[in-house]
């Protein structure tokens, strides 16, 4: 697939009445400065008809008059904090051609060519790149990165459902995003209820000395795509839930089921420790934070079990496990975390775990789950997309859950995993004990 670029330009917010100034700054949160530092690319694919890319460019401006901090800089005021400037120098607009159809099999099997679909995540100034890729059979595919310290999930996925219906003409955005930052005041006096320390933090010396458990990085890391219907999900559900009064949710019993069935495919020592790292949002545990704060707002649970629990006993028990770590990251929990991180990180020299650079998490796992995002509403007037999905990211043992375009209740899962164990995988990955 030969991309061509045929546009790359910067953009800049569209403000219907006196533009605000460009001197004022946003402060990173304590939750912002836990997150991984980099830039995190998706993928829309629409077919025919689709909008012209000037309804969309002009419906990106616009909406970025509301979402100012896409538009701004990563820098440090006066004082030396970490900040989003608000100076309006714009995203990255990038429009590109292919003298061929769009062919199926790239979006549908993940392969390297995804990354010429979105702008490059290397040495990036812009906080969010937008690329439209137009194919000669009228299909169109877009492409955008977002630096993941600006917004979570929830935060992005709610922009993009407003630039759309700003390009469908509906008007303001409604509801408006919340925007101050400054909203997590530690208690007075501080109570740090649990150690945070080798779970959001962890010393300097110890991140630059830490050796990996897992030796194989030189194998090859492979994207396999599976599968679950909706049938096949409630079944899962069904037995993941047996004996008690309020069944797990799909995810729990999804993940359960996955955690087991890759550890099995892995081939791992039954005495080694694996666990699962869980994005927890905390707009559904502090109760004073609205649904729409943008920023980040994400902590993590670490359900953990040795290999032999885990495998012996049946679903059920990794189910319980996963349940009840994401429930004990609770309002408690992430009052602790703020208290923690306003006293202790500074004064420690303590660091985040969030680490960009891992290839291989083998025994563990990291799970990004985007079941409840809207992202299929990112509808620019003709439609929303017939398929969105991640780039090409290779890490051994990260999990993307994506519910189906088609919205029968179905699930795609990108599992990343040694290629060696990519069969035993597709064998055992709809076996249900």
């Excluded at 953009?11 to 400065?33: A, R």
């Excluded at 429009?95 to 990036?124: F, M, N, R, T, Y």
């Excluded at 630096?147 to 459902?161: K, M, R």
């Excluded at 079944?235 to 949710?249: E, F, G, H, T, V």
Aim: charged content about 20%; hydrophobic content about 40%.
């Amino acid at each position: 697939m030969n991309v061509r670029i045929d546009s790359s330009r910067i953009i800049k917010p569209f403000y219907e009445g006196p533009p605000p100034p460009t001197t004022n700054y946003v402060p990173l949160s304590v939750f912002d400065k836990v997150t991984y530092n980099t830039h995190i690319a998706i993928l829309y694919a629409y077919h025919l008809p689709t909008p012209p890319n000037a309804t969309i460019e002009n419906g990106l401006k616009m909406a970025l008059s509301e979402y100012r901090e896409w538009a701004g800089r990563l820098g440090q005021n006066n004082k030396g904090d970490s900040v989003i400037f608000l100076n309006d120098k714009g995203v990255r607009f990038v429009e590109a051609s292919v003298d061929s159809k769009l062919d199926q099999a790239i979006l549908l099997h993940p392969s390297p060519a995804l990354l010429s679909l979105h702008p490059s995540l290397k040495g990036v100034e812009e906080l969010l790149q937008v690329q439209l890729t137009r194919f000669s059979c009228g299909s169109l595919v877009v492409g955008f990165t977002t630096q993941h310290v600006v917004a979570d999930g929830d935060s992005v996925s709610n922009f993009l459902v407003a630039w759309g219906k700003v390009c469908r003409g509906q008007g303001m955005i409604k509801p408006l995003p919340t925007h101050d930052r400054t909203i997590f005041i530690p208690r007075d006096p501080p109570r740090f209820v649990f150690d945070h320390r080798g779970v959001e933090f962890t010393s300097k010396n110890l991140m630059q000395n830490h050796d990996p458990t897992y030796t194989d990085a030189d194998k090859d890391v492979v994207i396999h795509k599976v599968h679950f219907s909706f049938d096949f999900l409630a079944m899962l559900k069904a037995r993941a839930s047996r004996k008690i009064n309020k069944p797990y949710s799909t995810f729990e019993s999804l993940l359960a089921h996955l955690w087991r069935v890759i550890t099995k495919a892995r081939g791992l020592c039954g005495m080694e420790t694996t666990n699962i790292r869980i994005s927890v949002n905390g707009r559904k545990r502090l109760n004073t934070v609205p649904n729409e704060y943008f920023g980040n707002l994400v902590l993590w649970a670490f359900p953990s079990a040795k290999v032999d629990d885990l495998l012996c006993h049946p679903l059920p028990y990794a189910a319980k496990l996963i349940h009840d770590a994401v429930a004990n990251v609770n309002n408690n929990y992430f009052r602790s975390f703020v208290d923690f991180a306003t006293h202790k990180v500074e004064e420690e020299g303590l660091v985040p775990t969030a680490d960009i650079n891992k290839s291989v998490l083998c025994p563990n796992l990291d799970v990004d789950s985007w079941l409840r995002f809207p992202f299929n509403e990112l509808d620019f007037g003709c439609g929303g997309p017939y398929l969105f999905m991640p780039s090409y990211f290779l890490m051994e043992g990260n999990i993307f859950l994506l519910p189906s375009i088609k919205r029968d209740g179905s699930i795609n899962a990108f599992i990343q995993l040694f290629e060696d164990k990519v069969e035993i995988f597709k064998q055992i990955c709809y076996t249900l004990d």
